[in-house]
C-alpha cells in the first residue's frame, strides 16, 4: 500500500516499488497515481492468468479473451499474457499437443484438428509440428486402417462378413 499521510492512495506490487520510484519523501503525482494504478492492474491480471491457467491450459490468444471477459482491458489482458509467456508460464505449444491429443484419439482428421488449433491461436507452423508430432508421421489412411484392424479384432469371429464391415465402418465415423 502507498501511503500519502495517513490515506491509503494506491496498491502497488512489491517488486514494482523501487522501479516505479516511489520512496519516503518522493511527491505524489497524478502521473505517479496512474503508474502505480497500471503496475497494480497489470499485476492483478497476471494472478488471475495463473489461477485460470492453473484450471485449465489455454493459449495465449485464449487466456487474452478470458482476462478480458473477466473485466481486464485488453491493453493490460494482452501486456499480461505477454509477460506470462515471456516467464514461461503461458506456453501454446505444450497446450497444443494436450489438445491435438484430445482429438486424434478421437479420431479427428487432420484438417479438423489443425482448424481447432488455430481457432485456439496456435500458429500454422505449431499446428502442423504438433499434429505431426502426435500422429508419429502417420497418414490419415494408415491410422484409419489401424483403427480398423483394431475394431475388427475386438469382433466376434462367428460374425457376418457385412455386419463386420459395417461395424468396422461405424466405429469409423467421427465422433462430433
Do not use: H, Y
Not at 56 to 82: D, F, M, N, Y
Not at 104 to 127: H, P, Q
Amino acid at each position: 500500500f502507498v501511503k500519502v499521510g495517513d490515506k491509503v492512495v494506491a496498491k502497488v506490487p512489491f517488486a514494482e516499488v523501487e522501479k516505479l520510484g516511489l520512496r519516503v519523501g518522493a511527491s505524489w503525482t497524478s502521473r505517479l497515481a496512474q503508474t502505480c494504478e497500471q503496475a497494480f492492474n497489470l499485476f492483478s491480471a497476471k494472478e488471475t492468468g495463473k489461477k485460470i491457467l492453473a484450471i485449465k491450459g489455454r493459449t495465449a490468444q485464449q487466456l487474452e479473451v478470458k482476462l478480458t471477459e473477466k473485466g481486464v482491458s485488453v491493453a493490460i489482458a494482452r501486456q499480461a499474457v505477454e509477460e506470462l509467456r515471456r516467464d514461461g508460464v503461458v506456453k501454446d505449444e505444450i497446450v497444443a499437443e494436450q489438445m491435438a491429443e484430445a482429438e486424434v484419439s478421437k479420431g479427428a482428421g487432420a484438417e479438423r484438428v489443425k482448424r481447432k488449433l488455430r481457432d485456439a491461436g496456435v500458429s500454422e507452423e505449431t499446428a502442423t509440428a504438433t499434429l505431426k508430432r502426435v500422429t508419429k508421421g502417420k497418414s490419415e489412411a494408415t491410422r484409419a486402417k489401424e483403427a480398423a484392424e483394431e475394431i475388427a479384432k475386438k469382433l466376434p469371429a462367428k460374425l457376418a462378413k457385412a455386419s463386420k464391415w459395417r461395424r468396422v465402418a461405424q466405429g469409423l465415423e467421427p465422433s462430433g
